[in-house]
């Protein structure tokens, strides 16, 4: 219903940053939460950081609090997620995904496992020490 494409994936050093974006399209009449979540080696599925529709609330998980910023983009259509000090076990596949459900921060803290999720293809981030 809702389409995002992510981008800005790619290698860097631990201690480094990046920066990930991501645009959506589509049904957006019933959108009201967006969201960035990962799955790294040997681990599920887990949320990072969400952003009411109307970009004016954020929540973050508690391990990367500080660290990693969600916010809008340059355009109205795209969220970014910001990383700074990123580090070897930040590597794995980040995805985004919105969310036509109210209940932000306990969709993202949930891993995003609720219906009327729509997600990205997911971008590749490795961190090298």
């Known amino acids: 219903q809702v389409h995002l494409e992510e981008s800005g994936g790619g290698s860097v050093q631990a201690g480094d940053s990046l920066r990930l974006s991501c645009a959506f399209s589509g049904f957006l009449r019933e959108l009201k939460c967006l969201g960035w979540f990962r799955r790294v080696p040997g681990k599920e599925r887990e949320g990072l950081a969400a952003i009411t529709a109307d970009y004016a609330k954020t929540s973050y998980v508690d391990s990367v609090q500080g660290r990693f910023t969600i916010a809008q983009g340059a355009l109205v259509n795209v969220i970014e997620l910001q990383m700074h000090n990123l580090q070897p076990e930040d590597t794995g596949i980040y995805y985004c995904?919105?969310?036509?459900?109210?209940?932000?921060?306990?969709?993202?803290?949930?891993?995003?496992?609720?219906?009327?999720?729509?997600w990205g293809q997911g971008t590749r981030v490795t961190v090298s020490s």
């Open positions: 995904a919105a969310l036509q459900a109210y209940g932000c921060e306990s969709w993202v803290r949930a891993g995003g496992d609720w219906q009327s999720t729509n």
